[in-house]
């Protein structure tokens, strides 16, 4: 059984830092690739950062690219989001996913809340 387990989030004030982790177990997760989403309210889910499974190559959406951090430890099968200057439009429930077959997400999180006040 596949599960993915996020822990981290909460509620910060605008300009502080939060470190999202998603453990994993059910699989060798050390050979795919895992991402991070985020869905705010009344708005899509929406692509946030994604790891290779390597750790070598890392993306990132625009809006968050040079404040927000995606890493890997596969020892522990977690994968890490840490995220500084938070800002109120970060606010979201943020998501890991696995991608086991090649080209799509195919596992998710429960998700975890991020709130950033102003």
């Known amino acids: 059984q596949v599960q993915l387990v996020e822990s981290g989030g909460g509620l910060v004030q605008a300009g502080g830092s939060l470190r999202l982790s998603c453990a994993a177990s059910?699989?060798?997760?050390?050979?795919?690739?895992m991402g991070w989403f985020r869905q705010a309210p009344g708005k899509e889910r929406e692509f946030v950062a994604a790891?290779?499974?390597?750790?070598?190559?890392?993306y990132y959406a625009d809006s968050v690219k040079g404040r927000f951090t995606i890493s890997r430890d596969n020892t522990k099968n977690t994968v890490y989001l840490q995220m500084n200057s938070l800002k109120p439009e970060d606010t979201a429930v943020y998501y890991c996913?696995?991608?086991?077959?090649?080209?799509?997400?195919?596992?998710w999180g429960q998700g975890t809340q991020v709130t950033v006040s102003s």
């Open positions: 996913a696995v991608d086991t077959v090649g080209g799509r997400y195919d596992y």
């Open positions: 059910g699989r060798t997760f050390s050979r795919y690739r």
């Open positions: 790891i290779s499974w390597s750790g070598g190559r890392t």
